[in-house]
């Protein structure tokens, strides 16, 4: 039977474009989803921008146009940007469509009838940026816990989620559940938070102040809080209400992909909505770090926000791809600077994988004529090389299981590496001198060769079009994006005789003097 997996990202805010932190869990979400992909499992990839509140109403008014003229505009950036990352998602949820609308109002109809959500006066401080309510207590020096910025007193009758019922309910379940929020640090820092009382949720705004979202189906005058709103797209989108057969298969393993900033709305308010919904959480919350630029904080303020258009641009999508999961450990703050990104290119792909894919193309054309040759019996050396790409093949599926991207990318290099070495101790260039040899010499360009295939396998999801091009180069027949996991289950799968194709060099140096001005 074939297993599911829900992959998802945040849906990104659409009051501006979108910079490097949104291009990272993107691209992050689209290896995990190839990668399973390439297991055998179902898969739906799940992406998109949330296009409701406060911040989205009032950037319109600036721009003198309508919230959805602005949604329009905007979230073209986003779908543009998605494409030439190469992200394979498998829909784009948009939260200004009817078809997410009308399940928010259905979940938001029978939360009410069960008697989750009421209505009482409230007075507290607003924050606008974050569109959240605080307690005096909340505050840091009478500022917005979260982003610092101040915040306005606000008194109204709204209506609210009975968040606090499920309190106790959630600190077990985390508890009882060591996979649901990632990394371990992150679900302490939950677990911290949880020690005080939880609040019941605001999940209005009058219509008076804020015009701009779902309006709430069983009362005139509100619409929907747009966090209550926006996480409904995880479930509204994969069939919730609509086609329950393929949504309950998909849901038994959901996966969040998100920044650290989102933690709580995604660990607290979401698992409790879903309980009062009847439904479990997501199998695994994971919150990565931030990036800085050359150990500070991304700020336009500072002028040193990194746009990832213009990377690309630049240096190519494979490149960018690859820099943001092996620059630093998923899950923590990573730095961006251009020499870190240069060092990378050049060292890495450049350096041990592009020579290594060029050495032995050469190599098999000149003592081949450019065909596969037929192996003989191997030695130690030859087993050597063998067992460290099935080993790699072990290592990546328990790696990519817990969502360790640079561990992946290590285990992967061990294999280019050994590589490199296989083929310094095995001197197929002294070998070919040797008409006595020529066996010899057709088992080591065979083994380069199926090394080849494996690294092409292991490096698809991370950088899918290097990773096709290096097939194409091996004459193989089959699309590498039909190729499963048993391909790398076994070695020798490589056919004698086939015709290697010619290409350009998969990732030229980057001259690092050209770049000082980056």
């Given at each position: ?20 932190g949104?291009a990272?869990?993107?691209v ?17 990839f ?17 721009r ?15 779908q ?25 109002q ?22 606008v ?20 910025r101040?915040?306005q007193q606000i ?5 609210f ?6 309190h ?10 060591d ?26 705004r ?20 747009v ?28 996966v969040?992909?998100?920044g650290k ?26 919150a990565h ?21 213009m990377?690309?641009?630049?240096y190519?999508t494979?490149?960018?791809?690859f820099?943001l ?23 890495d ?14 190599m098999?054309?000149?003592?081949f ?33 817990e ?43 065979y ?22 091009a ?14 499963g ?34």
């Amino acid at each position: 039977m074939q297993e599911n997996l829900l992959v998802t990202t945040p849906i990104y805010y659409v009051n501006d474009i979108p910079h490097i932190g949104h291009a990272y869990t993107t691209v992050a979400a689209d290896v995990l989803a190839r990668y399973y992909r390439m297991a055998g499992y179902n898969v739906f990839f799940l992406t998109g921008t949330d296009e409701h509140g406060q911040k989205v109403q009032e950037a319109a008014q600036e721009r003198n146009i309508s919230p959805q003229e602005h949604c329009d505009q905007m979230v073209v950036h986003f779908q543009d940007l998605w494409g030439k990352f190469n992200i394979s998602n498998d829909d784009f949820i948009r939260t200004t469509e009817e078809r997410h609308k009308t399940v928010v109002q259905k979940i938001l109809t029978q939360l009410y009838a069960n008697g989750d959500i009421y209505q009482k006066s409230y007075e507290g401080w607003y924050c606008v940026p974050d569109e959240r309510f605080w307690t005096e207590k909340d505050l840091s020096e009478g500022c917005c816990p979260e982003c610092g910025r101040p915040v306005q007193q606000i008194q109204e009758s709204n209506y609210f989620f009975r968040m606090s019922t499920y309190h106790e309910w959630l600190i077990q379940y985390i508890e009882e559940h060591d996979h649901f929020i990632l990394p371990k640090t992150r679900r302490n820092e939950i677990l911290g938070f949880l020690r005080q009382p939880l609040a019941d949720l605001c999940i209005s705004r009058p219509f008076k102040r804020l015009s701009w979202g779902i309006p709430l189906p069983f009362v005139s005058d509100y619409v929907t809080y747009v966090w209550f709103d926006a996480l409904i797209n995880y479930v509204s989108i994969p069939g919730y209400l609509t086609d329950n057969g393929s949504f309950s298969a998909l849901w038994t393993n959901a996966v969040h992909l998100i920044g650290k900033d989102i933690l709580t709305t995604h660990s607290v308010y979401w698992p409790t909505m879903l309980k009062a919904m009847g439904l479990t959480p997501p199998r695994t919350v994971f919150a990565h770090g931030w990036w800085t630029v050359e150990g500070k904080k991304m700020s336009k303020s500072l002028r040193n926000v990194v746009e990832p258009n213009m990377l690309i641009d630049k240096y190519g999508t494979d490149a960018i791809r690859f820099f943001l999961l092996r620059e630093g450990t998923f899950g923590l703050d990573c730095d961006f600077s251009h020499t870190a990104l240069i060092h990378r290119i050049n060292s890495d792909l450049a350096n041990d994988l592009g020579n290594l894919f060029n050495r032995i193309l050469a190599m098999t054309f000149k003592y081949f004529k450019g065909r596969v040759p037929k192996p003989s019996t191997p030695e130690a050396i030859d087993e050597g090389l063998q067992e460290t790409a099935l080993k790699v093949t072990q290592e990546l599926d328990t790696h990519m299981g817990e969502i360790a991207f640079h561990k992946s990318l290590d285990a992967i290099w061990k294999l280019v590496s050994m590589t490199n070495k296989y083929i310094d101790e095995t001197t197929p260039w002294s070998l070919a001198k040797d008409s006595s040899k020529q066996e010899r010499l057709a088992t080591v360009i065979y083994s380069m060769l199926e090394s080849l295939r494996f690294i092409a396998l292991f490096l698809s999801p991370f950088i899918p079009s290097s990773a096709e091009a290096m097939w194409r180069a091996l004459g193989i027949d089959q699309p590498l994006s039909q190729q499963g996991t048993d391909s790398i289950k076994q070695w020798g799968k490589l056919v004698e005789g086939t015709t290697l194709q010619k290409i350009p060099p998969l990732f030229p140096r980057i001259e690092e003097k050209k770049n000082q001005d980056n």
